[in-house]
């Protein structure tokens, strides 16, 4: 469990993203967005429904296999759907076709599930959260538009979305070295989440192959940085992903811990989705 002073911490910091100032006009994002059911019932409070949507960029041809990166959000006590793709500001969905536009990252597609019942507490953030079971309903969605190229996906867990060692962005990773396992991300990127030692040892499961990429700012939620650093990435090759890297991420100016995911987004996207390299 996570000391008492951090959970204070975390539930000031995490509450911040309840604001909701304004709308983003739907034709910042040209392209698709479809919405599709995913685990109704253990992820969705009430009546909701279409908790899951994908997002096609622009460059995406019709019936082509394109990156998926998937987008698992933190904390939702206002059980709102779709959390940072809703249209209110900080939708990724511009940035992220903006990056396509500039030719910095390659034609890819955006996928994010909604947890709104039990979505307080981190540690049991997106329980049972299965990559495979989830890829299979993205391509469900694409209805023949796209479909997920299964080699190149990316898991990016925000807050909470990579607390849970054994669910979430972490599990995913974890799970990807199972016997049977269909997709094995290229990377995992955890934002500005949990650094416990039980999260190192789920990041260790994963496959060598995968990237597991840190970051963090330290202006609004203490953590043990230095020590989960040292335990991440300096454990023997072999017990886990070789690319291991955690940075902090500095210039962050109002409200760190939600303006450190889009600063990392534009960061790390052209290193792993390099047009020239797909």
Not at 21 to 27: D, F, L, Q, Y
Not at 97 to 107: D, E, F, H, I, K
Request: hydrophobic fraction near 45%; charge should be negative; proline fraction near 9%.
């Amino acid at each position: 469990m996570l000391p008492a002073t951090w959970l204070g911490w975390l539930s000031a910091v995490l509450a911040l993203s309840a604001a909701k100032p304004g709308t983003v006009a739907p034709e910042a994002w040209p392209g698709r967005t479809a919405a599709f059911d995913f685990n109704t019932e253990r992820y969705l409070s009430g009546a909701q429904k279409n908790g899951a949507f994908v997002y096609v960029t622009d460059g995406v041809g019709d019936g082509a296999s394109a990156p998926l990166v998937v987008f698992l959000h933190g904390l939702n006590p206002q059980r709102a759907l779709h959390p940072w793709m809703n249209g209110d500001p900080g939708d990724l969905r511009p940035m992220m076709n903006a990056l396509v536009r500039s030719g910095q990252v390659a034609p890819f597609l955006l996928a994010a599930p909604t947890q709104s019942r039990s979505a307080t507490i981190p540690k049991i953030l997106w329980p049972d959260f299965d990559l495979d079971t989830f890829v299979d309903a993205v391509d469900g969605a694409l209805d023949g538009r796209a479909r997920v190229r299964v080699s190149r996906v990316i898991v990016v867990g925000h807050s909470g979305g990579a607390c849970n060692p054994r669910g979430g962005a972490v599990g995913a990773a974890a799970s990807a070295s199972r016997a049977g396992a269909r997709v094995v991300p290229m990377a995992l990127m955890s934002v500005d989440s949990c650094l416990e030692p039980e999260i190192v040892a789920s990041i260790l499961e994963a496959p060598a192959s995968m990237k597991a990429w840190v970051y963090w700012q330290k202006a609004t939620w203490p953590r043990p940085f230095e020590d989960f650093r040292h335990a991440l990435e300096g454990a023997p090759l072999g017990s886990g992903p070789e690319d291991r890297h955690c940075e902090e991420v500095l210039g962050l100016k109002a409200m760190p811990h939600n303006a450190i995911l889009p600063a990392v987004l534009e960061h790390a996207l052209p290193e792993l989705l390099p047009p020239n390299a797909l």
